[in-house]
């Protein structure tokens, strides 16, 4: 299985780091609805289950998790982001 709209083993690039998201489904919105879903991989309670991942493998946080919540320190992400565009073409 996968999303809804592309199957779980196209999604899983060889060499990379493997994070499978149960429940989670790609589409922003119940399906036949215009209802927000929280289930979407973007929604706030699934970034929390992936982002802290993406930051460990970018070396901007090692380990999480602060009373079960993630623990991440969105300055370093916001001074990385800073750091890709005050660059850009100097």
Do not use: C
């Not at 790609?26 to 309670?45: K, Q, R, V």
């Not at 699934?46 to 993406?54: F, Y």
């Amino acid at each position: 299985t996968g999303d809804g709209v592309v199957p779980l083993e196209w999604s899983m690039l060889e060499g990379a780091r493997q994070v499978r998201l149960e429940g989670v489904v790609h589409s922003i919105n119940e399906a036949g609805t215009t209802l927000p879903s929280d289930f979407w991989y973007g929604s706030d309670g699934v970034v929390d289950m992936w982002l802290p991942v993406v930051l460990e493998e970018m070396g901007l946080k090692k380990g999480i998790v602060e009373d079960g919540k993630s623990a991440f320190g969105f300055e370093k992400v916001q001074r990385w982001a800073e750091s890709l565009i005050g660059s850009g073409g100097d």
